[in-house]
């Protein structure tokens, strides 16, 4: 187009006549009137990205040199995409414009500034497994100084880092942090900061940053350094964050800072898409900077991605507590309204799901285009089961398949030694559960319990007669599962949880909550298998379709599994959301925890993500599991996202029941 060709110098009333070509009206005001201190609300499917990449566009037809923009985004690939776009919009080079990551940013001001902080400007970045061994060399030289029982106490050193980096990212204190995302380690609260502080000062010896520093120390060294801070807003006469909604408070005061001097921030985003707040985002951001003074406010509303039928729904699923918006949609009908769907319970519900994705096949959809969402990874298990029976090739991107992750197979392996006595690999496995077990204790154990097992008529008797007064946790356990070997799987694995697996998570995982969901849905699983060969064959087969289907074709294409969070930023023609039960989704701890807001806004982004076809399931029994899971719950009458919906915008599917 010959309108592309830009002169830099033109007139600052000049609008660029293709942007007219380019840009809906509400995109087009957006991008011209847009300064100072403002925000653009951008809805799902609008063309956030186009409003980002036309800004810069117009700000370079006004005669803004690349070097004076500033583009803060919340990955490098979008930051690329964005800059690739704005060249060929404008065929200006735009080598000269900063643009990239928080980190990216913050790496580029530390790597001239560090000295101001007392480090040196060829420190080192740790990334996350850098952090975890550093972090445990402090944890194990404190531990040095306890007994063994203070010792057992002290968490992991990936549960402390997720602490401190909460900490850092919300401004919190330790205790505020332990208190929101690890409560039942308030009393080792005291050993944590100690590790905490020995890990700073072994990052200073070796001239060392983290992540979380990278933010921390540039938010410092900005509040703290008038002509440093003042030196480098200068530069930048015009500063644009993307994703907005996601930033933390940290991010939100840098931002602020670098646009101290010619005061001209545009931030876009969607405060109803901010649902990472469990890494430290603030989706009070929004509303902070827009009641600031003089804000200017944009609305960018068309949904160029779903049909009307699903943007009309969109709009009655706007979370309670967002800017107001009314989305429009600019495709034409489809006249197929999206479909709530009841079924039993969570088997009639994987059944339902397998025969409709079947079905979609059936019409020439490709598996590429059907999608499956879930408030928690481990509402897919039975899913995955039926998937796998039926040998439908699917991906997971919210994690590795149930039966192949570490607190799976942990669980898995109790119940392998229950069923087998001479399953080596299950027994090194359990064994290395148990502090002060090592290869060497691990192999002891095991050669007098075959040792044993030649003499002894059973393995009760074969264990008993082992020596482990050292071990009396490991010894009470076993003998107990040998003892009742013939009651159910679900009995052995509640039992394996709640008097031993439930405080290790506690202790070793940073995401022990979604991995106790996961032992749940386990224990639900195992509740239909009267023996416990019956489910651990079961449960093999699951494994071994997996990886058959792995070798045949790496090429087939796939269905995609994946939680909301892990969904963020995508689209499918068809999407089904599973699960959509008070307890579930919405999820019951978030609940306890008064986190209703982040629920609701998790659910508008999974209807959000379909274009031609939407399916909200549920079921009538919801969850099953009345302790350590949601159902316990429900008796308090939780919000079901569904009753929110009017009866006019969808269609009700009953499935294999009669109410």
Known sequence: MEEKVFNIKRNEYTIPEFFKEELDDEQLKAV?????????????????????????????????RPENILLVTFTRASAKEMIERVKNV????????????????????????????????????????????????????????????????????????????????????????????????????????????????????????????????????????????????????????????????????????LSSVHKNLIVVGDDSQSIYSFRGSRFENVEDFQNHENVKLFKIQTNYRSVPEIVELENYLIPTHSIPKKLKPFRSSFNIKPKIVKTYDELEQADFVVQLIENKFNEGISPEDIAILYRSHSLSMTLQQKLDARKISYKLLSGKRFIETRHIKDIMAFLKIVANPFDNISWSRVLKLFPGIGQKTMTKITKEFYTNLMEYTTPYDAFENINLKKYPKLKDIILYLYENETENPQDLIDYIYLEFYKEYLELNFKDAYSRKLDIERLSEIASRYETLDKFLEELALSENIEIQGAEKDRKVEKITLTTVHGAKGLEWKVVIIISVNPGDFPNGMALKDKKLDEEERLFYVAVTRAKDELYIVKQLTGTTKPYYGNSFYIKQKLPDFTDKIPKRLVEYWKIGYTE
């Open 32 to 64: 011209i009137n847009s300064k100072g201190r403002s925000l653009i609300i951008a809805g799902p499917g609008s063309g956030k990205t186009r409003v980002i990449t036309y800004k810069i566009a117009y700000l370079l037809s006004q005669g803004i």
């Open 90 to 257: 404008t065929n200006v080079d735009t080598s000269s414009l900063t643009a990239g990551t928080f980190h990216h940013i913050c790496n580029m001001i530390l790597r001239r500034y560090a000295k101001v902080l007392g480090y040196d400007n060829n420190f080192s970045i740790l990334d996350s497994e850098d952090s975890k061994d550093l972090m445990r060399i402090a944890k194990n030289e404190y531990k040095g100084n306890l007994t063994k029982e203070e010792a057992k106490q002290i968490p992991n050193e990936g549960v402390i880092l997720k602490i401190v980096g909460y900490a850092a990212n919300t401004l919190k204190s330790l205790r505020e942090a332990v208190l929101d995302v690890a409560p039942y380690l308030i009393d080792v609260e005291d050993d944590i900061e100690k590790i905490y502080m020995h890990y700073i000062d072994l990052k200073q010896k070796i001239n060392a940053m983290d992540y979380d520093d990278m933010l921390v120390n540039t938010l410092r060294l900005l509040e703290t350094n008038d002509d440093i801070r003042n030196h480098i807003a200068s530069k930048y006469k015009w500063v644009l964050v993307d994703e907005f909604q996601d930033t933390s408070l940290v991010q939100l005061r840098i931002v602020e800072f």
